[in-house]
């Protein structure tokens, strides 16, 4: 596999970055994951605007030029063949030379890593025709989630709970409400209304999160954001989650309890549906 590393591309065994790196040091750094479909990239434009507001949010002065991130994005597609898959982005503050909590000085140059995970027939995964069953989990992590650092041990951490569990994924809960999922973001469906936390530090401001709810708008869903509880969405219709990689992905367990018959319902499958037909048609 070829990667990128600060302008260069090189096999991934001679790609290296500094041990003093912040990235690797103080998980001083962020990332985007942007998938690829037929050789494109999906709602590119979405997920640089995102990567702006991040490095905003921490004072990392953007290293590159938007047409630069596509530039090298659409070389790394072409360089490892990506039919189907994704791109990983990060941009960690760079390394200052030693280890020191304060920043550094503002000339440091940040570092850029990029790379490409192939997943032949990503849209087409198994798991959407199945579903996947939640497990609740405690949500434990800082209080700007917000911004899409890669401090991301948490959420690794809920992943595995949610594994021992027999489940697919974990919902965070706090104060009683469900966040977000270890790595998407989550709603349930009653009586035909689409429910899903509204944005604050509290969740990341997912990019698939704010078209799903402009084609649900679009195809006159009732939408309410606000906060739910396990018991709330055990009770629900039907449930789901939404990321850049798993697109829409229904949810037919929830701590046990099973959603409606257990199977995908139908307002998740059609989003879904309307999702992947656009992203494609819209795909760079
Ligand atoms: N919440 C969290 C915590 C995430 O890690 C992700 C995936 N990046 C999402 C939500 C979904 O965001 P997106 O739709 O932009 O992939």
């Not at 489940?167 to 409400?177: F, R, T």
């Not at 509880?229 to 929830?254: G, L, N, R």
Request: with cysteine; aromatic share 8%; net charge negative.
């Amino acid at each position: 596999r070829t990667v990128y590393v600060n302008g260069d591309y090189l096999p991934e065994d001679q790609a290296t970055v500094s041990v003093f790196d912040r990235g690797f040091l103080m998980a001083d750094g962020v990332y985007e994951v942007v998938s690829v479909l037929d050789g494109k990239l999906l709602d590119f434009a979405g997920h640089l605007a995102r990567l702006q507001r991040s490095l905003e949010a921490l004072a990392i002065a953007n290293p590159l030029s938007d047409e630069d991130y596509l530039q090298a994005h659409r070389e790394l597609v072409r360089l490892n063949a990506i039919t189907d898959g994704l791109v990983y982005l990060q941009v960690t503050r760079g390394n200052p030379g030693d280890r020191d909590f304060a920043y550094p000085p503002e000339d440091t140059r940040p570092t850029v890593v990029m790379f490409t995970q192939s997943k032949p027939g990503l849209a087409d995964q198994p798991a959407a025709k199945t579903g996947w069953k939640i497990a609740s989990v405690e949500d434990l992590r800082w209080g700007r989630r917000d911004i899409k650092t890669v401090q991301l041990l948490y959420p690794s951490m809920a992943k595995m709970e949610a594994k021992a569990r027999g489940c697919d994924d974990a919902w965070l809960v706090e104060d009683g409400k469900v966040t977000e999922g270890s790595s998407n973001n989550a709603y349930i469906v009653k009586d035909g209304v689409i429910v899903t936390r509204e944005l604050s530090h509290d969740i990341l401001h997912g990019i698939t999160r704010a078209a799903i709810l402009r084609l649900a708008r679009e195809a006159q869903m009732k939408i309410e954001e606000r906060g739910f509880t396990i018991a709330e969405a055990q009770a629900a219709d039907e449930a789901f989650v939404t990321s850049a990689s798993a697109f829409v992905m229904p949810v037919v367990q929830i701590d046990g309890a099973a959603l409606g018959d257990g199977t995908p319902g139908p307002v998740a499958r059609r989003l879904r549906e309307i999702y992947l037909e656009e992203s494609r048609r819209t795909a760079i």
